[in-house]
């Protein structure tokens, strides 16, 4: 379903006096504003008069007091800062604090062309070769490796310093409180957060002895610049944004890595224990077969231990304990599930996440087993 400004109760024509007054002059007067999405975040893109500038406008939409996620400042301090750096990403031209706008702060940033691949996607058409596949994934290790490599020092006062072991404690809290709410029971995830407790590695304790870490670094999340050349056109989404560990952020990159041979969650007693979920059970019995990114499965697409390899010699850093962190990526990744389940239940919604939450739970415990070689 298409939705408009209109349908969100939004103030169009104090957005479009906003924006006409905070736009660059060159851009001239807004012509258009068409909802891209809603959800986590409200997406609304710009048109000008001007046939050459296009904008886009993101304001949160859920999980805004979350710990999890930065306010708009702190999203636009990145995003400036970025701008100086090899990272490539939106550049900002306006925020601000005001509510009565879209419900909540905004940031107003240059349109950036491309296409995004959300899990469970193939690349677009003009990508699916075997060159393509392999320069994709370079690229998906070079510029997680530049951003790895972005000096931290401007942002030590905007962003928060997370340790792996506090990454773990903060998802085991939001798990509970969602549990304690929904009544969802997922005992394998109590479990691998015990796991993960106890194998959690020593983490930056100050700003400067952390990296960047972008907190949701995925396909997803980058835009792939048009034509038939790969190459990312921008990092999206930096809300989740931190100082810490970068090498939890290359075990969640890795968690949509497929490998020929990779052990599967068995299905059945996860379909057994939520019968009436079927359509959802076709998207996961698809994830059991192709992996949540379905190109690196297919020829052309680098190992998990190739990208290791050049992730490795990019950053001079050594990825030891694979295990731990790509289970914590899995993890947080069931974390995030939840979270949406919860919001689900107390918006009294009908809620598919159960069996996704249970799936990625067992490919938590095959990490955590052992049973999927990481190296």
Known sequence: MTL???????????????????????????????????????VVAVSTASERDAFVVRSPRKFRDASYVNDVAAERRVLEHLASTDVPAPSVVASSDDEGLLGAPLLVQAYVDGDVVPLGSDLPERFRRPAARERVAHDLVDVLAAIHDVDVAPLADALDVVSPCEQVERSRARLDAATDATGLDVPALDAVGDWLHRHAPDGPGTASDGALVHGDYRPGNVLLAPGDDPAIAAVLDWETAMLGDPLTELGYLLLRWRDPGDPTPALAPIEARYPDCESEFEHLRRANERGFAPFTSKPGSPTRRELVARYETATGRAFADARFYVALAAFNLATVWTDLHHEAVAADEASDWPPHIAYVARFAELVVDGELPLS
């Not at 400004?5 to 007067?29: I, Q, T």
């Open 4 to 42: 408009a400004l209109a349908d969100l109760d939004v103030d169009a024509a104090a957005l479009r006096a906003f924006l006409d007054a905070e736009l660059p002059a060159d851009a001239g007067r807004v012509i258009d504003l068409d909802v891209l999405a809603d959800g986590l975040n409200l």
